[in-house]
C-alpha cells in the first residue's frame, strides 16, 4: 500500500494530475491525427470518421464532406478511419468490390502508393511541427535576457548585506566583464568561488561598485518529477544554506557534496522565503539517485542528483526575440530531443545506462501534473517535448506504428505489390504483442524503478 501511495503527487490532488495529462495527451493525439487527415484529404483519400477517444461517442457531427468528427468517452487516444479500413487500427484492408475507380481512389487501399505514404507520415510529422511550435512560443513568451544583463528583480536570500537593485546593468564581477546570459556559465566558472563578490554596475548612469552574494547561489529554481527533492518536500524559492552541517554559499558545492556522497542520504538546511519578506528555516533529509543526464552529442552523464535546477540570484529583464531566433531555437530544441531519445534507448538496449529510463503512462501522468502545477510555460514545454517523443516513437518500424505502415510501402514500392492480407494481419499481431511487452515493462519500472 505503501508504495502506492508514494504514487500520488506531492503538489495537489490525483485529479489535477490526471486532468493534465488528458489535456496534454489529447492535443498531442489530436494534432497527430489531424496530420494523417488533412493531408489524406489533400491526397484525395476519405476520411470517414476522426474520433478524439475511444469507446462510447459523447459527441458527434458529420460535415460537408461525409467526415464524422467525435469525442468519445475514454480520452486516452484517438484516430481517424479512412474509407476502406477494416478497423480503426487497420488491422486489413477491407474488401470493397464494386467501386468503379473514382469511388475506389477515394479509399485508403486503392489510394496510390505516394498518397498512401504521405498521409501516414504526416501524423509523426505534425507531432515534430507542434514541437516547434511550442518551443517556439516558449522562448517568445518567457524572452531572452538582456544584453548587458541588467536587473528586473531579486530573488530572496537570507544573507543581510548590500546588493543589486532593480535597473543595475551588470558591468564587471570581480573586474571581469560581464557577457550576455548565453555565455555565462563559462564566466562565473572562472570566478572565485567566495560567499561575497564585488560587482560593478551602471546604476542612473553612474558605475558603482557593490558587494554582492555569488552569483549562482543555491537557490532552488525548479524541482525535477520523480526526484528525490521532490519526495522530501523542497519547492522552488528554497536555498539550501547547508549540507550535512557544513554551509554552503554557491550551487557548484551543492552539487559537488551530493556527487561526494555516493547515494548516502543527505541532511540539508533549507531557508525558505515567506510572504512577509523573511524566511524560516527547516531540515531536510533526502537521499539522491543514479540519474542518466543526455549531453548534446548524444552521450549521457551518469550522477548522483537530488533533482534540483539552480539559478542566477537576479531576475534579468528580457527582450522578445524575433521569429527567426524563435524559430532556430524550437528546431534545435525539437532536434535535441530526438537525439537523446535514440541515443537513450541505444545506450538502454546496450546497459549503458539503467533501463529505468523508460517510464510508462503513471510516470508520464505524475510529470504532467507537475508541469501543469509550476505554470502554463511549464506545462507547453512539457507538451512540446512529449510531443516529440510521440512522433519519434510513431516512426519505429514496428506494426501497427506509422512507421511499420511505411516499411510495408517500402515493400511496395520494390515488390511492385503490397503484402498480402494474411501477412499484414500475423505482423500486426506480432507488433500489437511487441507494444503490448513493452507497455508492460514500462509500466513496471513505473512502480518499481527508484
Not at 32 to 48: K, L, T
Not at 64 to 86: C, N
Not at 295 to 314: E, K, N, P
Not at 361 to 377: E, K
Request: proline residues 7%.
Amino acid at each position: 500500500m505503501d508504495g502506492l501511495l508514494s504514487l500520488l503527487p506531492g503538489f495537489g490532488s490525483v485529479a489535477f494530475t490526471v486532468l493534465a495529462f488528458i489535456i496534454a495527451l489529447s492535443v498531442i493525439v489530436a494534432i497527430h491525427e489531424y496530420g494523417h487527415y488533412i493531408v489524406g484529404r489533400w491526397s484525395g483519400i476519405q476520411a470517414d470518421v476522426f474520433s478524439v477517444g475511444f469507446g462510447p461517442v459523447l459527441f458527434a457531427r458529420t460535415d460537408s464532406r461525409g467526415t464524422q468528427w467525435q469525442v468519445a468517452a475514454l480520452p486516452l487516444g484517438g484516430y481517424v478511419k479512412f474509407r476502406g479500413d477494416a478497423d480503426v487500427a487497420s488491422m486489413a484492408q477491407a474488401d470493397t468490390p464494386g467501386l468503379d475507380d473514382e469511388a475506389r481512389r477515394a479509399t485508403m487501399s486503392g489510394a496510390p502508393l505516394w498518397a498512401r505514404s504521405a498521409t501516414v507520415a504526416a501524423g509523426p510529422l505534425f507531432n515534430f511541427v507542434l514541437s516547434f511550435l511550442l518551443f517556439a512560443a516558449v522562448l517568445m513568451l518567457r524572452g531572452v535576457a538582456s544584453d548587458p544583463l541588467t536587473v528586473e528583480d531579486l530573488r530572496p536570500l537570507p544573507q543581510e548585506m548590500a546588493t543589486l537593485e532593480p535597473g543595475d546593468a551588470l558591468l564587471r564581477i570581480e573586474g571581469r566583464e560581464v557577457p550576455s546570459l548565453d555565455g555565462f556559465d563559462a564566466f562565473i566558472a572562472d570566478l572565485p568561488v567566495a560567499p561575497r563578490l564585488d560587482y560593478t554596475v551602471n546604476r542612473d548612469g553612474a558605475e558603482t561598485v557593490i558587494e554582492g552574494p555569488y552569483p549562482y547561489p543555491p537557490l532552488v529554481a525548479g524541482v525535477s518529477p520523480e526526484s528525490a527533492a521532490m519526495a522530501a518536500g523542497l519547492e522552488a524559492g528554497d536555498v539550501i544554506t547547508a549540507v550535512n552541517g557544513t554551509e554552503i554559499f554557491a550551487f557548484d558545492q551543492l552539487r559537488e557534496a551530493v556527487e561526494a556522497t555516493g547515494g548516502a542520504p543527505l541532511d540539508l538546511e533549507i531557508w525558505r522565503p515567506d510572504a512577509d519578506g523573511g524566511g524560516d528555516t527547516l531540515s531536510i533529509t533526502l537521499e539522491p539517485k543514479r540519474t542518466d543526464l543526455p549531453l548534446a552529442d548524444g552521450g549521457f552523464d551518469t550522477r548522483w542528483m537530488i533533482g534540483v535546477s539552480g539559478g542566477f540570484y537576479i531576475v534579468p529583464e528580457t527582450r522578445r526575440p524575433g521569429v527567426i531566433e524563435a524559430a532556430r531555437y524550437g528546431v534545435e530544441q525539437t532536434a535535441f530531443i530526438v537525439r537523446a531519445s535514440l541515443s537513450g534507448l541505444y545506450n538502454m538496449a546496450t546497459g549503458q545506462i539503467s533501463s529505468c529510463n523508460l517510464r510508462g503512462p503513471v510516470s508520464i501522468a505524475r510529470t504532467s501534473g507537475v508541469a501543469a502545477s509550476q505554470g502554463a510555460l511549464s506545462f507547453l514545454h512539457f507538451v512540446a517535448l512529449l510531443s516529440t517523443a510521440v512522433g519519434l516513437l510513431n516512426l519505429f518500424p514496428i506494426p501497427v506504428l506509422d512507421g511499420g505502415h511505411l516499411v510495408f510501402h517500402a515493400y511496395e514500392a520494390v515488390s511492385g505489390k503490397p503484402p498480402g492480407v494474411r501477412v499484414m494481419n500475423v505482423l500486426m499481431a506480432i507488433g500489437l504483442a511487441l507494444m503490448g511487452l513493452l507497455m508492460v515493462f514500462a509500466l513496471n519500472n513505473d512502480f518499481f524503478c527508484p
